[in-house]
C-alpha cells in the first residue's frame, strides 16, 4: 500500500519529541516536508517557512500534521482541508470550539480526514482501565494533575495568552482519559481558575463535576509542582479501587498492577492512518467542551506575578 505523504507543520518541543519519531517508525507514512518559518527543519526532508509556499511549492502531500499553538491552526488546517489534504490535529484541536465544529464540517465536504489527537487516550493503561470500568458503579473520582511549567513548557509564551489554556493545556490530557474511561458523562458543578497577575491564562484550577448518576469528580491542576510530578487518576467503585498514574501509564486493578509499553504517539500515527484509509474523521471535542465550560462559569481570583 503506497505510503501516506506527510508534512510537520510547527516544529517545535512536541514535534520533534513525539511526531518525528512515530511517523519514522510508521510504514504508513513517509516525511516529505515540514514547515517553520525559524528552525531549520529535519535534514534531508524540504523545509519551508509557511504551509502557503509548502501547498505552492513543494512537493506533493496528502496529509499534514499541526503541531503549531491553537489559536493559529484554524487557518493552517482550513487551507488545507480545501486542497483536500487530511489534518491531524495536535491538542486541544483549535483556540474555541466553534472553529473545530467548522473545520469538521469542511472536512466533510470535502472528503478528507480530520483527526483531534487526544494522546493521553493512547496510554498503555487507558483502554484496560475503560474495559475493567465498563459495568462498575462509580463511586468517586480524584485527579490531581500537578507539573512544573518551567521543565515542560519552557519560553512558550503562547501557553499564557487567550486560547493558550494555560494549566488546562496539561489538564486537558487528564480530561481526555476520565471521558473515555469513565461509563457514563460527567459536568462541571464548579471552578476556581487562578491566574498571574502578569499573565492571561490560569497557573492552577480547583474543579468539581458530577457524573449522571450522581457521582463526586473533583480536579486539582497546578503548574507550579516542584520535585516530583502527579498525573493521577483514581476511581473508587462497588468493585474496589482503581488508579492510573504517570499520566495513564501505569494502571492498578484490586488484582494488581498492569504494565505494558508506552505507545501513545504511535498509537495515534496508526489511528489516523486508518482514518485517512477509510475516509473518516475523528473529532471528540468532549474534553475540549469541559475546559471551556470551567472558563464559562469558573471563579477567577488573581496569585502573584509568575515568571519562567
Not at 33 to 49: E, H, K, L, Q, W
Not at 72 to 86: G, K, P, Q, T
Not at 150 to 163: K, N, S, T
Amino acid at each position: 500500500m503506497v505510503a501516506i505523504r506527510i508534512a510537520v507543520v510547527g516544529m517545535g518541543k512536541i514535534a520533534r519529541d513525539q511526531h518525528l519519531p512515530s511517523i519514522a517508525r510508521n510504514a504508513d507514512f513517509d516525511l516529505v516536508a515540514s514547515v517553520s518559518p525559524r528552525d531549520p527543519g529535519v535534514d534531508g526532508i524540504a523545509n519551508f517557512t509557511s504551509l502557503d509556499a509548502l501547498l505552492a511549492e513543494g512537493p506533493a502531500i496528502d496529509a499534514i500534521a499541526l503541531c503549531t499553538p491553537p489559536q493559529v491552526r484554524y487557518e493552517l488546517a482550513s487551507m488545507a482541508l480545501a486542497r483536500r489534504v487530511h489534518v491531524f490535529l495536535e491538542k486541544p484541536p483549535g483556540a474555541t470550539l466553534a472553529e473545530v465544529d467548522a473545520l469538521e464540517a469542511q472536512a466533510a465536504e470535502t472528503g478528507t480526514t480530520l483527526f483531534a489527537g487526544w494522546h493521553s487516550r493512547f496510554a498503555a493503561g487507558v483502554a484496560p482501565a475503560k474495559a475493567w470500568l465498563a459495568d462498575k458503579r462509580i463511586e468517586r473520582v480524584s485527579i490531581v494533575w500537578r507539573e512544573d511549567v518551567r521543565v515542560w513548557h519552557p519560553g512558550q509564551a503562547w501557553i499564557w495568552e487567550p486560547g493558550g489554556l494555560g494549566v488546562f493545556d496539561p489538564g486537558i490530557n487528564a480530561l481526555s482519559i476520565a471521558t473515555e474511561i469513565l461509563p457514563q458523562p460527567f459536568f462541571l458543578t464548579s471552578a476556581t481558575l487562578s491566574t498571574p497577575a502578569n499573565r492571561a491564562a490560569p497557573i492552577a484550577a480547583d474543579l468539581a463535576f458530577r457524573t449522571a448518576a450522581g457521582a463526586p469528580v473533583t480536579m486539582d491542576l497546578d503548574w507550579r509542582q516542584t520535585g516530583p510530578q502527579s498525573w493521577d487518576i483514581v476511581v473508587e467503585t462497588d468493585a474496589g479501587t482503581l488508579s492510573l498514574a504517570k499520566g495513564g501509564a501505569v494502571l492498578t486493578l484490586p488484582s494488581g498492577t498492569v504494565h505494558s509499553d508506552d505507545e501513545e504517539y504511535p498509537g495515534l500515527y496508526t489511528r489516523f492512518a486508518a482514518l485517512v484509509r477509510d475516509g473518516r474523521s475523528d473529532v471528540d471535542t468532549t474534553p475540549f467542551t469541559l475546559v471551556a465550560d470551567a472558563f464559562l462559569r469558573g471563579t477567577r481570583n488573581s496569585v502573584e506575578a509568575f515568571d519562567d
